[in-house]
């Protein structure tokens, strides 16, 4: 799938209100504030469960990856995801990490 294709598809994802369970954040962090080298997915089933987490790492800006921002449209689409919530701009990472 395309970058913007995928891009284009998550944002309207985002867009919509809270609509329930299944929940999905995503979240990214960086050594700057203007590249993220990782994308955090929590995924929460129903209200009160414990979140399940992926990471993905990119040696790039994790944002303009097709392959990871395809994968993250898959996993959206897949756990039926009722609303998806990302985290504003890049968390930065800790030193060493």
Do not use: N, W
């Amino acid at each position: 799938m395309h970058l913007d294709k995928a891009k284009k598809r998550i944002a309207k994802h985002i867009s919509k209100d809270f609509h329930g369970y299944p929940h999905i954040t995503l979240a990214y962090f960086g050594t700057t504030a203007e590249c993220a080298s990782e994308v955090v997915v929590q995924f929460v089933a129903a209200e009160g469960e414990a979140a399940q987490e992926q990471r993905f790492a990119s040696t790039q800006d994790a944002r303009q990856d097709e392959t990871i921002q395809s994968v993250l449209l898959k996993i959206i689409e897949r756990a039926g995801a009722k609303t998806v919530i990302q985290q504003p701009g890049v968390a930065i990472l800790a030193p060493g990490r």
